[in-house]
């Protein structure tokens, strides 16, 4: 089985979708990006996380198709469906727990993230971690990953009693991480609520010691 | 005179923007291309390295270039599309004339004839310098090189400047005044090296979206990041420290930083007395610049400025990095400096993990402002003023002194003359004004009075709507050359393709017009090569001296970082560019041993007085309006407007409000709003995000038409560099009328078309349309 891992850090998401742009380019799934970008509320935060297949030790989409389309291959990568098999039902879509397979009607198939397997089956990286500018998608080994970056990688998950361990590891930051992005928690006391009126035309030009300037 | 001819939906239908998203001849598998071209970004200044796929002369994908040092692979989402300009709907393939009917084909013996007829006609009526020249910095510096030369030595005006005024002017003059020498100090692999990172005026998540790589790494190993901007920024999300200061007070916030770092004895005061000169003039003006009065001008607590300067007065090693966010004043230059005033008084320049680099915002920001077509500058950032720069350039040149004009007119004071009725007639080359211009109402008004307008591009841009004959230029992989990228790294651009059609090389079509106008003799060039190797001797003892740099080391190293000069006697003596050496090892990092490019080989220090931006808030116009860029669009959108992909990303701007301003205006999220100055009104959709300060509105300038937000900011110019005072504004805002929200939707409606191709639209389809 490969040593090579894919992890997934959030922070480090800077929401540019270049990850979406490169794997819309692949030829399997022509201008589709099978990776996705979800956002926090983007009212409260410029927060963004990518989704990937987190290609599960035990594929609950596998174990729910009816009509054995999912396949796994030998280093346990968890395919899209098999065209010729896929019966449209949809029922990978509902129960994967991470919301990740996808059912296009035009293709009448599901399709998902297969970590770029034409290109990491002959020793590329996945388009999308080779492109991320900011490393939040990375493919490495397990020990390259600890060696060089902050955070925790995490791949047990748990959903009620359902443990899930996946191929892709998620990080979890270092210390608390505070996602309220709200500018005025910065801001000095003259914005507090009821103390300054920011539509006072002149607020900004009370009397300033060097006004006018000192040269 | 030089009236758009045709209706906006017409001009539309006929020439875009189209939005385009299948690859010529669809998409492909990993293998199936004829070969790669390993070349770079065509866009910010991060020159990313890149490979583009070419199949039957169209580039049809591109592939991660990860053995390049500076990205390693990796690319933003314009980098990824990139490739989707060539086999566009829209390119421009043969020479138009405007008609009253609007644009007809005719030949290029025509097109070229009739350009150089109203060149003649004009400057023998008006004078030399009626007839000026815009350039841009998308050009390789080959052709920026050629374009300096040519507007001195063929059209003969004084009057030629360039689209990087509106770039990185003030870093360039603010680095020039301390530092004797216009480059970022660094390479960035020192980012990574530094304790305490500074951004400041920079949304580098959005604009230099690789630069997080670099930044994280250094954050990786316990660096801190302070991050100053008035928009919490996806990086400043996860900054250590974030100071919302309000737009146009950066020089308040550094000055006060250098009052915390002198009152608490945080300078290196050895660095100071052996490297530097006027420090004290600089002590004395921040004297009275505590964090509580810059409290009350930034709006940034006075604590939290406190903790910004003793993290950088404290760290061993520490980088400042600033983008247009702090050079796009009034006062540009004097932020500029305040930030090396920092960096000298703490010695974080000149070793490793130390530094003060701006950010290029255009592809070859660096390079094309080098080496000519730049109004104040001769080739090697020499001065035009200069005697003897102007005597070593004339000699290289093989004319008299006396022949190359003087300084001209910079961008804006250009139009302002247009304006006026003073220049009659223009040629311009891959510069966009009309949208990234500020009050283009004003602009727009100035390019109907011209008597002649000729331009060379490949896309009609909204300027190029306006011109009488329109020559069709080149991509960026249509042509080989250099371009030099933020850090100093000279790198090499190849060529992927031919010109589609009857479209040109941009230097071929320069070098015919020259001929025409009986100058030719000066532009007696077969290749871009040997344009590079004249270059090299004019550089040749500048401050931006490329003359130990050559294209076979620039493929082979993956780069050269200038300055490279002649290391051996007879280098130093050649008039020949064959007999320079190419022995310098190039310089990453500048100012080694606080050694400065002065006369006096010392930092200087510039004491700054605060004083207010050019406009300020007042009751009519009660809200500061800023304005920058989002990640998937470029500039003024000429080429990224016309991908698919990335326009759906952010198709239309949007007016971003703070939720407690919204709330007072009674604006809802998604609500179309009127933003006014004292130049237009503008009509969008409204962005209600907590992550902007509730005294100011954002809004990306990418869009033409009545979606420029450059309607609406000023022509006040920093008084050094001529930057424009794009970032702020006094604005009113207002829910729109249902007569504006008409407006607002008819211009979302004409800001693009979709492309109506098949899937599988084939190069044998292009090629039948190349050749309609």
């Known amino acids: ?215 | 005179m030089a009236k758009v001819p045709l209706t906006q939906q017409e001009m539309l239908d006929t020439y875009g923007p189209t939005l385009h998203y299948t690859p010529a001849g669809g998409f492909r598998t990993v293998e199936d291309y004829d070969r790669l071209v390993s070349t770079h970004c065509c866009f910010c200044g991060q020159q990313c390295g890149i490979n583009l796929k070419v199949k039957d002369n169209a580039v049809v994908g591109f592939e991660p270039r990860t053995e390049f040092p500076f990205n390693k692979g990796k690319l933003c989402p314009k980098g990824v599309k990139r490739y989707l300009q060539g086999s566009h709907p829209d390119r421009l393939l043969y020479p138009m004339k405007r008609t009253a009917k609007g644009y007809e084909r005719i030949s290029w013996e025509q097109a070229l004839e009739e350009t150089v007829q109203k060149i003649k006609d004009i400057q023998e009526k008006h004078g030399k310098d009626s007839f000026a020249m815009l350039s841009g910095v998308s050009l390789t510096t080959e052709k920026s090189y050629l374009v300096g030369k040519f507007a001195r030595l063929a059209l003969q005006t004084a009057n030629l400047d360039y689209n990087g005024r509106l770039c990185m002017v003030s870093a360039g003059a603010g680095n020039k005044k301390a530092y004797g020498i216009d480059r970022a100090s660094n390479s960035w692999e020192d980012i990574v090296k530094a304790r305490v990172i500074f951004v400041i005026g920079s949304n580098i998540a959005e604009c230099f979206p690789i630069t997080t790589d670099y930044v994280w790494r250094a954050r990786d190993q316990g660096a801190k990041l302070i991050y100053a901007d008035p928009r919490m920024v996806p990086m400043a999300r996860t900054a250590d420290l974030y100071l919302p200061l309000r737009p146009g007070t950066d020089s308040a916030l550094l000055m006060a930083m250098l009052h915390v770092i002198i009152r608490d004895g945080l300078t290196d005061e050895k660095f100071i007395a052996e490297h530097t000169t006027g420090f004290e003039a600089t002590k004395e003006a921040v004297k009275d610049a505590t964090p509580e009065w810059a409290a009350k001008i930034t709006g940034v607590p006075a604590k939290q400025i406190e903790k910004a300067a003793r993290w950088y007065g404290e760290a061993e090693t520490g980088m400042i990095l600033h983008a247009r966010g702090l050079e796009h004043h009034t006062k540009g230059v004097e932020n500029v400096v305040s930030c090396a005033n920092l960096a000298l008084a703490t010695g974080k320049i000149g070793r490793e993990g130390c530094g003060h680099s701006t950010i290029t915002g255009q592809g070859n920001g660096q390079g094309g402002r080098e080496h000519g077509h730049k109004c104040d500058q001769l080739p090697g950032n020499r001065d035009i003023t200069n005697p003897e720069h102007r005597k070593y350039i004339a000699e290289v040149w093989g004319v008299e002194e006396r022949e190359i004009p003087g300084k001209g007119l910079s961008a804006q004071e250009i139009l302002n003359e247009i304006h006026a009725g003073k220049i009659k007639g223009l040629l311009s080359i891959c510069f966009n004004p009309l949208v990234s211009l500020p009050d283009a109402n004003f602009n727009r008004e100035a390019l109907d009075k011209l008597e002649h307008y000729t331009v060379i591009d490949f896309f009609l841009s909204e300027t190029a709507q306006h011109a009488d004959i329109v020559l069709p230029g080149s991509l960026q992989e249509e042509d080989e050359g250099t371009t030099t990228s933020g850090e100093g790294r000279v790198i090499k651009i190849n060529q992927a393709i031919t010109p589609p059609g009857e479209a040109r090389k941009d230097w071929e079509i320069l070098l015919d017009i020259a001929k025409r106008l009986g100058r030719g003799k000066y532009f007696p060039y077969q290749n871009t090569r040997e344009i590079f190797e004249e270059l090299r001797l004019a550089s040749r003892g500048g401050t931006a001296d490329y003359s130990g740099i050559t294209w076979e080391r620039v493929e082979k190293e993956m780069g050269v970082f200038w300055p490279a000069p002649q290391t051996t006697e007879k280098g130093r003596k050649a008039l020949r560019p064959e007999d320079l050496d190419a022995n310098h090892p190039g310089t990453p990092r500048l100012f080694e041993g606080g050694k400065f490019y002065h006369p006096d080989g010392k930092g200087h220090f510039n004491a700054v007085a605060w004083r207010e931006s050019a406009e300020v808030v007042d009751a009519q116009y009660p809200i500061w309006l800023t304005t920058g860029r989002v990640v998937s669009q470029y500039l003024s959108g000429t080429q990224t407007r016309r991908i698919g992909p990335l326009v759906d990303q952010y198709p239309n701007p949007r007016m971003e409000i703070h939720p407690r301003l919204a709330q007072k205006l009674n604006i809802k999220d998604g609500e179309w709003v009127t933003v006014k100055t004292r130049r237009g009104q503008i009509t969008i959709k409204a962005l209600v995000v907590n992550t902007i300060r509730p005294d100011t509105v954002f809004v990306p300038y990418h869009w033409g038409g009545k979606q420029s937000i450059n309607m609406l900011t000023q022509r006040a110019l920093d008084p050094v560099s001529k930057i424009p005072e794009f970032k702020v504004s006094a604005c009113v805002v207002a829910k729109a009328t249902p007569e504006e929200i008409r407006e607002g939707e008819e211009a979302e409606r004409l800001a693009s078309k979709t492309e109506k191709l098949p899937l599988n639209y084939g190069l044998g389809e292009r090629r039948k349309e190349f050749s309609r």
């Open chain 1, 1 to 215: 089985m490969s040593e090579m891992r894919f992890f997934i850090d959030p922070i480090r998401c800077i929401g540019c979708k270049s990850c979406m742009q490169a794997c819309s380019e692949c030829a399997t799934h022509k201008g589709k990006p099978m990776i996705h970008l979800e956002y926090m509320e983007r009212g409260n935060s410029t927060q963004t996380v990518p989704m990937v297949c987190m290609h599960c030790e035990n594929p609950t989409c596998a174990a729910v198709c009816p009509a054995d389309a999912i396949k796994r291959t030998e280093d346990l990568v968890v395919q899209s469906s098999l065209k010729e098999r896929c019966i449209g039902c949809k029922n990978c879509v509902v129960s994967c727990p991470f919301g990740v397979p996808r059912y296009y009607p035009e293709m009448d198939q599901m399709m998902k993230c297969d970590m770029c397997y034409d290109r990491t089956s002959v020793g590329l990286k996945p388009m999308c971690a080779t492109v991320c500018p900011s490393e939040a998608l990375f493919y490495g080994t397990l020990e390259e990953f600890q060696s060089r970056r902050k955070g925790t990688p995490i791949n047990t998950f748990e959903f009620g009693e359902q443990e899930i361990k996946t191929r892709v590891f998620l990080v979890a930051p270092d210390g608390y991480v505070n996602l309220s992005m709200d500018v005025m928690h910065h801001l000095d006391g003259r914005f507090d609520d009821g103390a300054y009126d920011h539509l006072d035309p002149f607020a900004h030009l009370e009397a300033m010691p060097m006004s006018g300037g000192l040269l």
